[in-house]
């Protein structure tokens, strides 16, 4: 999520669930292929790599939304 993206409601929950313990990624890979810079993101949002994702996703009684 872009600091320059229109207002929607992703804003709003992402302040909610920021403090819910959700955590929300971005991989590194997809960012570089959009030329989006760290400094674009909003700070709610970690860098991580597609291992480290997959893994993440793997772990028991985690929900995860892909998008």
Not at 24 to 46: C, K, M, T, W, Y
């Given at each position: 999520?872009?600091?320059?993206?229109?207002?929607?409601?992703?804003?709003?929950w992402l302040g909610g669930a920021s403090k819910s313990r959700v955590k929300v990624l971005a991989d590194d890979f997809s960012l570089r292929e959009r030329g989006i810079q760290r400094s674009e993101l909003i700070p709610e949002v970690q860098i991580s790599n597609v291992d480290a994702l997959v893994d993440f996703l793997l772990e028991e009684k985690r929900k995860a939304i892909w998008h």
């Amino acid at each position: 999520l872009r600091k320059n993206a229109r207002p929607s409601a992703i804003f709003d929950w992402l302040g909610g669930a920021s403090k819910s313990r959700v955590k929300v990624l971005a991989d590194d890979f997809s960012l570089r292929e959009r030329g989006i810079q760290r400094s674009e993101l909003i700070p709610e949002v970690q860098i991580s790599n597609v291992d480290a994702l997959v893994d993440f996703l793997l772990e028991e009684k985690r929900k995860a939304i892909w998008h």
